[in-house]
């Protein structure tokens, strides 16, 4: 926010034998293939590759009680893991798997870390196994850096919390609710000393889930934690524990981050237009997003803030996230595409109390918009 003594032969016999030999080994290369043992890591922060992509690693820092995890080829489980510590406080150790660089620990063939302007989506899977006798939360780590930096503690953290286990709560406190990616969350926000963290906790147990990791991104852009500019350096997924927890599993895991192109995020110039009708209590808005760029937009999400006491009740045009709070406006299927010069529009109608306002910043596809 780390492995008799033989007959004497001829040349010729021994030749041949060879020959015979190589032959029987390949034909038995071509028919079998030998499964892969398990690996079990206890070493604090030892950890190993699998599928020639991701690292798991076993990451305990906070006790020095025995902590091991056996390593499979599509995940790992916790078989070990002694000790605990005071739930008001960090975890003992954050065992995962990941995609990207953690303190210079680089997964292998990795396109992290990447800019988030960059990138047009980052779709990934993940599926959990829990356990009722421990303390623990199952999260899912998104790390934003200004820097494309690979050691080291990043700037912006997000946890996304599928599941907790006991009196444990997120870093911070929390600031609302919002609707991320076709799932309602409540949302956390603080800084735990070395970095902002942003996380969505989901109010009941989540055990497996496909998502894109760039809509909970886009959300940190929104909030002004990090910028389009900034980079994805690392995902992670995995557990906290603060007591026990043998027996927890990520039993599979994958990640893909798709950069180039025309994508949601690029350098697209945009402007916003944001017209009003307001009466006593209620307004309509009108939204209107114009394509001051050179390349087409292909699917666009609008983020803003709603000032203060300020609530959706309907809306036209676009899929709205939040009725309150940071909003996110999502095309629907006919009006995605914005041409260069082009426009697009939505709106929705709302209550407010005190004095009306209106947003002040917009960001397109976590691209910051000028304002008409």
Same mark, same amino acid.
């Given at each position: 926010?780390?492995? *008799?003594?033989?007959?004497?032969?001829?040349?010729?016999?021994?030749?041949?034998?060879?020959?015979?030999?190589?032959?029987?080994?390949?034909?038995?290369?071509?028919?079998?293939?030998?499964?892969? =043992?398990?690996?079990?890591?206890? $070493?604090?922060?030892?950890?190993?590759?699998?599928?020639?992509?991701?690292?798991?690693? /076993?990451?305990?820092? &906070? !006790? #020095?009680?025995?902590?091991?995890?056996?390593?499979?080829?599509?995940?790992?489980?916790?078989?070990?893991?002694?000790?605990?510590?005071?739930?008001?406080?960090?975890?003992?150790?954050?065992?995962?798997? @990941?995609?990207?660089?953690?303190?210079?620990?680089?997964?292998?063939? !990795?396109?992290?870390? =990447?800019?988030?302007?960059?990138?047009?989506?980052?779709?990934? #899977? +993940?599926?959990?196994?829990?356990?009722?006798?421990?303390?623990?939360?199952?999260?899912?780590? +998104?790390?934003?850096?200004?820097?494309?930096?690979?050691?080291?503690?990043?700037?912006?953290?997000?946890?996304?919390?599928?599941?907790?286990?006991? *009196?444990?709560?997120?870093?911070?406190?929390?600031?609302?609710?919002?609707?991320? =990616?076709?799932?309602?969350?409540?949302?956390?926000?603080?800084?735990?000393?070395?970095?902002?963290?942003?996380? @969505?906790?989901?109010?009941?147990?989540?055990?497996?889930?496909?998502?894109?990791?760039?809509?909970?991104?886009?959300?940190?852009?929104?909030?002004?934690?990090?910028?389009?500019?900034?980079?994805?350096?690392?995902?992670?997924?995995?557990? $906290?524990?603060?007591? /026990?927890?043998? &027996?927890?599993?990520?039993? #599979?895991?994958?990640?893909?981050?798709?950069?180039?192109?025309?994508?949601?995020?690029?350098?697209?110039?945009?402007?916003?237009?944001? &017209?009003? /009708?307001?009466?006593?209590? &209620?307004?309509?808005?009108?939204?209107?997003?114009?394509?001051?760029?050179?390349?087409?937009?292909?699917?666009?999400?609008?983020?803003?803030?709603?000032?203060?006491?300020?609530?959706?009740? #309907?809306?036209?045009?676009?899929?709205?996230?939040?009725?309150?709070?940071?909003?996110?406006?999502?095309?629907?299927?006919?009006?995605?595409? +914005?041409?260069?010069?082009?426009?697009?529009?939505?709106?929705?109608?709302?209550?407010?109390?005190? !004095?009306?306002?209106?947003?002040?910043?917009?960001?397109?596809?976590? !691209?910051?918009?000028?304002?008409?």
């Amino acid at each position: 926010m780390r492995p *008799s003594k033989h007959h004497a032969r001829t040349a010729r016999g021994l030749f041949g034998a060879l020959l015979t030999a190589l032959a029987a080994l390949a034909a038995l290369l071509t028919t079998t293939s030998p499964a892969q =043992a398990d690996t079990t890591i206890c $070493e604090q922060f030892g950890s190993t590759t699998i599928r020639g992509r991701y690292v798991v690693q /076993n990451n305990r820092w &906070g !006790t #020095s009680e025995t902590q091991c995890v056996n390593v499979t080829d599509s995940g790992f489980k916790l078989t070990q893991a002694d000790g605990s510590v005071p739930t008001n406080g960090a975890p003992k150790s954050y065992p995962s798997v @990941f995609d990207g660089c953690h303190y210079t620990n680089c997964a292998p063939g !990795t396109s992290l870390p =990447a800019r988030l302007s960059t990138i047009s989506s980052a779709p990934t #899977s +993940i599926s959990y196994t829990y356990v009722s006798n421990a303390v623990y939360d199952a999260a899912y780590d +998104i790390w934003l850096d200004p820097t494309p930096r690979t050691d080291g503690v990043n700037k912006t953290e997000i946890m996304v919390w599928f599941h907790k286990v006991g *009196s444990v709560q997120p870093v911070g406190s929390q600031v609302g609710t919002a609707t991320v =990616a076709g799932r309602q969350w409540q949302v956390w926000s603080g800084n735990n000393g070395s970095n902002d963290v942003l996380s @969505f906790v989901a109010p009941s147990a989540i055990t497996s889930w496909s998502f894109d990791v760039m809509d909970f991104v886009r959300q940190a852009v929104s909030r002004g934690l990090a910028q389009a500019s900034w980079y994805l350096t690392s995902v992670q997924a995995g557990f $906290e524990p603060w007591q /026990n927890g043998a &027996g927890l599993e990520v039993s #599979s895991f994958s990640s893909t981050v798709n950069t180039g192109g025309t994508t949601p995020g690029d350098s697209t110039a945009c402007r916003v237009t944001y &017209g009003t /009708n307001v009466w006593q209590g &209620g307004f309509t808005a009108d939204v209107t997003v114009a394509n001051t760029g050179s390349t087409p937009v292909n699917g666009w999400k609008l983020g803003f803030t709603l000032p203060t006491g300020q609530r959706i009740t #309907s809306s036209w045009g676009a899929t709205v996230s939040a009725s309150s709070g940071v909003v996110t406006a999502t095309n629907l299927a006919y009006n995605g595409q +914005i041409a260069p010069g082009g426009q697009g529009t939505f709106g929705f109608q709302g209550t407010y109390g005190g !004095t009306f306002a209106k947003p002040t910043g917009f960001t397109l596809n976590g !691209t910051a918009c000028g304002v008409a």
